[in-house]
């Protein structure tokens, strides 16, 4: 069974203390690795996709990586403003993806 | 462009009344997804169309639940009759030839 599990739930930082959210997979057949980021009482926002293992992807503090079983996204001195859930998604054959749960970060000034 | 726009933005109803959410995507995209988003199962694909064809509805979580799309421009989702645990909050997201998906402000919708 197709499957997304993202860790940890929740995470606490400290202003510019840099850290790791995971997300690993158990999917027949990826075709792509989405990260997106959802504020409250907003719609998700994407941030990146990774089509391979071994590929990287950066935007400002954040930088995504893929291996063929999980995906981090590394987030270098974060700020109070980086607090949001992040999720990611796989796609799987045709247009079929699958959600993980999300990491709810807050970032502490 | 403006994004993907969803309407009504909340939506409150009584149990076995019909409801029906409504999705204008981005122009030039030609997929369309419609989700349900719950504090204990996340973010759920109910169906997506290609091409404004339905390609894939095994999310659909009953027959009271039923997606359409008319044209390129809009699609509706809508549950009759509507049950308690049908509240949740609905996204519809559309994407056109990367892939990644633009999402709308969804619509909150509580069943009474």
């Known amino acids: 069974e197709d499957q997304v599990t993202q860790s940890p739930e929740a995470l606490r930082l400290q202003e510019g203390e840099s850290s790791s959210l995971n997300c690993s997979y158990t999917?027949?057949?990826?075709?792509?690795l989405f990260w997106y980021r959802q504020d409250p009482g907003k719609g998700p926002e994407f941030l990146f996709t990774?089509?391979?293992a071994g590929e990287e992807k950066e935007k400002e503090r954040l930088k995504a990586t893929l291996t063929k079983k999980e995906s981090f996204l590394h987030i270098t001195a974060p700020k109070p403003e980086d607090s949001a859930t992040y999720l990611c998604?796989?796609?799987?054959?045709?247009?079929?993806?699958?959600f993980g749960t999300g990491t709810s970060l807050t970032v502490i000034p | 462009d403006a994004g993907v726009i969803q309407s009504p933005r909340h939506e409150v109803t009584e149990m076995g009344q019909e409801v029906t959410l409504r999705c204008k995507p981005i122009?030039?995209?030609?997929?369309l997804f419609w989700y349900r988003q719950t504090m204990m199962r996340g973010l759920e694909l109910l169906i997506y169309?290609?091409?404004?064809?339905?390609?894939?509805d095994s999310g659909m979580p009953e027959d009271r639940f039923s997606a359409k799309m008319p044209n390129a421009s809009f699609s509706t989702l809508k549950i009759q009759p509507s049950e308690p645990r049908d509240s949740a909050v609905y996204f519809c997201?559309?994407?056109?030839?990367?892939?990644?998906?633009?999402f709308g402000p969804g619509t909150r919708l509580t069943v009474l």
């Open positions: 997201a559309s994407s056109g030839q990367y892939n990644e998906q633009f």
């Open positions: 999917v027949s057949g990826l075709r792509g």
């Open positions: 990774l089509y391979s």
């Open positions: 998604a796989v796609q799987v054959s045709g247009n079929q993806f699958y």
């Open positions: 122009s030039g995209h030609n997929s």
């Open positions: 169309f290609n091409n404004n064809v339905p390609i894939d």
